[in-house]
């Protein structure tokens, strides 16, 4: 094989590398423009529950006869707010504060990252049975350990 031959060679490697890097490229710019509409998704989700937070706030205060005018402003401004978010496809949902009927200790509340009402462990998951959270012999006996409060030598008389 002969210089020439060598030299050809090695142009159509490096031809194939820049179209590989090219696809690449292109590749890692969709992905990034994926990543930052997620991002800016969970970031109007979190504004939508701060709003809903401050209006649930201010509620309060007005049920407990302890707003204030600048209080009845804010609420029109939150509900406006609101209205923008909803305008730009943002899913404004009120989250129920405790858990629903028959579920299990493990319940967060959703909003942000999941729907409204579901527990937090998945279906399918290695999650323990709602029966053996209710019975504590399932959990198997309790551990034992000893702290430093429990040592009487590090006690001075």
């Known amino acids: 094989m002969g210089f020439k031959d060598r030299l050809s060679g090695l142009g159509e490697t490096v031809e194939r590398l820049k179209q590989q890097a ?9 992905g990034y423009g994926s990543a930052t509409a997620r991002l800016d998704q969970y970031q109007a989700k979190k504004q939508a529950d701060a709003l809903l937070l401050e209006l649930g706030g201010l509620v309060w205060a007005d049920h407990q006869h302890r707003a204030t005018a600048a209080d009845s402003a804010r609420v029109a401004a939150i509900m406006d707010e609101l209205g923008d978010l909803e305008a730009k496809g ?26 409204p009402g579901t527990p937090s462990a998945q ?13 504590p012999a399932a959990a198997g006996p309790m551990p034992e350990g000893t702290y430093g409060s429990d040592d009487d030598s590090s006690s001075s008389t």
Request: overall charge negative; aromatic content about 2%.
């Open 22 to 30: 090219a696809v690449l490229a292109d590749q890692a710019q969709q």
């Open 90 to 115: 943002v899913s404004v949902v009120v989250t129920p504060a405790t858990p629903p009927p028959g579920s299990s200790g493990s319940w967060i509340p959703g909003g942000v990252g999941g729907s």
């Open 123 to 135: 279906a399918g998951s290695s999650a323990p049975e709602a029966s053996s959270a209710s019975d």
